[in-house]
């Protein structure tokens, strides 16, 4: 009779196992854990990352670093005295079929560097995977969204040096102008504004790189130059 029961005890078992494992996972159960790994960021606790992680996956952040478990697990390490801050998810959408999830969401930072404040955005793409009924990233992909940078003080007195015409090549042409205090880029017809972030170089709201102005040797503007990525696209100045 008691050999019939651990039968019967261990078939129960068996098959609570087996329905767990068959369970599909949902969106607030990859939401709770991925709040829990970034939970687990400020105090460099890396068990929920060995946890929750392949050890064959693929990540890749915002600083172009692509990383194996190993090399990810080991980043995760307590922020310096000083230091403090917290990352919420939010925005999330997902995608569950069968063994497969996909979890998009914001990543919203706040951080303290001895008593200053900042904030950052991330947009992150998880794909977790289940083998053997168990739920794990298999790969993670981050990219940063663009901010514009701090608007500085504007020298309007500087105006006269970058008004002109400047030409890329022929027939390629762009204009500077200036409306009282405000600057202005203009081609085919699209006129900018350019915001100062010093007072020689500039930027458009929600465009990413900078505008700024070269001097030659004898103290006049003859180009502008449109940096993108640290890369720059030289207009030079025509009149």
């Known amino acids: 009779m008691i050999n019939v029961m651990k039968l019967l005890l261990v ?59 190993t090399k990810l697990v080991a980043d995760i390490t307590p922020v310096p005295a000083g230091y403090s801050g917290a990352i919420k998810i939010g925005n999330v959408q997902s995608r569950i079929i069968g063994d497969t999830a996909v979890l ?67 027939g390629q042409t762009r204009s500077v102008t200036a409306e009282g205090e405000n600057l202005f880029v203009e081609r085919k017809g699209k006129k900018e504004q350019l915001f100062p972030e010093t007072s020689d170089l500039f930027f458009r709201k929600g465009v990413e790189g900078r505008i700024l102005f070269r001097y030659d040797v004898n103290g006049k503007v003859d180009a502008l130059i449109d940096r993108r990525n640290n890369e720059d696209v030289v207009w030079r100045k025509t009149k």
Not at 12 to 21: E, K, M, N, Q, V
Not at 49 to 69: G, H, L, P, V
Not at 135 to 163: L, M, N, T, V
Request: charged residues 25%; contains cysteine; glycine residues 6%.
């Open 11 to 69: 078939a129960i078992f068996a098959t609570t196992l087996a329905y767990a494992a068959d369970v599909p996972i949902t969106q607030e159960e990859l939401v709770r854990r991925t709040q829990e790994l970034y939970d687990a960021i400020v105090p460099g606790n890396q068990v929920p990352w060995k946890k929750y992680f392949a050890n064959d996956c693929i990540f890749s952040d915002e600083k172009d670093r692509t990383m194996d478990k």
């Open 104 to 170: 998009g969401y914001d990543a919203n930072e706040t951080e303290t560097i001895f008593g200053q404040n900042l904030t950052a955005r991330y947009h992150i793409t998880d794909t977790w995977l289940r083998r053997n009924g168990n739920w794990q990233i298999i790969a993670s992909q981050a990219h940063r969204y663009y901010e514009d940078p701090a608007i500085g003080r504007i020298d309007s007195k500087k105006f006269g040096d970058f008004i002109g015409i400047y030409e890329l090549a022929p």
